[in-house]
């Protein structure tokens, strides 16, 4: 079984533009995650999304967004991008079959975002 | 709000050594805890969860973890370190009525083994 998959694997950005990071979860799994890793801030939880709806949002702008598609692909959008912004955005993906707060997530390996 | 803290960004041991990487967690409420491990480049992996019943709980690679409520803790132990158990670990907690997919991360201890 194929595991999470993140694209693209690097981006480099210039403060001001937008950008769209793509996930696509293990299949069968309805639960989208998303985070940013920063070495001064950490893995700060950024959204998830089950069955193309928002369950759970974390302490994130507005300008961060995402969505999810009905064959529970993801994709989060960050607008007027900072220098800040600079990360790796990890998704991940778990089934839950009832929403389950134990579920074992699987990650992918993340987008490298750059931000000049 | 729940919080977790990992005691040490930085810890190194020799090959064969005893590894303890240490967790102490803040929760109102009896909380689920996991252990993930990240290698350089590549996402995140879970070690092992605990969730309710035995308080040691064993994960893979030969990794364990003990709940102790009392002293709120959940540390991370091995016997005998590996070359390959180089890498950085995450302590975690699951917010109560998590729906799923929200996890509050520690900061990450990274992990150097010692030939």
């Known amino acids: 079984k194929a595991g999470v998959t993140q694209t693209p694997r690097y981006l480099i950005k210039t403060r001001g533009q937008q950008v769209t990071l793509s996930c696509s979860p293990i299949s069968g799994h309805r639960s989208v995650s998303w985070y940013q890793q920063t070495p001064g801030q950490g893995l700060q939880f950024l959204f998830e999304?089950?069955?193309?709806?928002?369950?759970n949002k974390g302490n994130f702008p507005g300008r961060f967004s995402g969505r999810q598609f009905s064959n529970s692909r993801s994709e989060m959008n960050v607008s007027t991008l900072e220098l800040g912004d600079s990360a790796l955005y990890l998704c991940?993906?778990?089934?839950?079959?009832?929403?389950?707060?134990?579920?074992?997530?699987?990650f992918g390996s993340g987008t490298q975002l750059s931000v000049l | 709000a729940q919080s977790v803290t990992q005691l040490g960004s930085h810890v190194s041991v020799s090959e064969g050594a005893l590894v303890l990487l240490r967790c102490n967690y803040s929760s109102s409420v009896p909380p689920y805890l996991f252990w993930y491990v990240q290698y350089p480049n590549q996402g995140l992996q879970l070690l092992l969860k605990?969730?309710?019943?035995?308080?040691l709980v064993k994960g893979i690679n030969g990794f364990e973890a003990e709940f102790k409520k009392s002293e709120t803790s959940f540390h991370l132990t091995k016997p005998s370190a590996h070359m390959s158990d180089a890498a950085e670990y995450f302590c975690a907690v699951s917010p109560p009525y998590n729906q799923g997919g929200k996890l509050i991360f520690g900061q990450g201890t990274e992990l150097s083994v010692k030939p």
């Open positions: 991940a993906s778990s089934l839950p079959l009832t929403g389950a707060a134990n579920e074992k997530l699987f």
């Open positions: 605990y969730t309710t019943g035995a308080t």
């Open positions: 999304y089950f069955s193309e709806t928002q369950r």
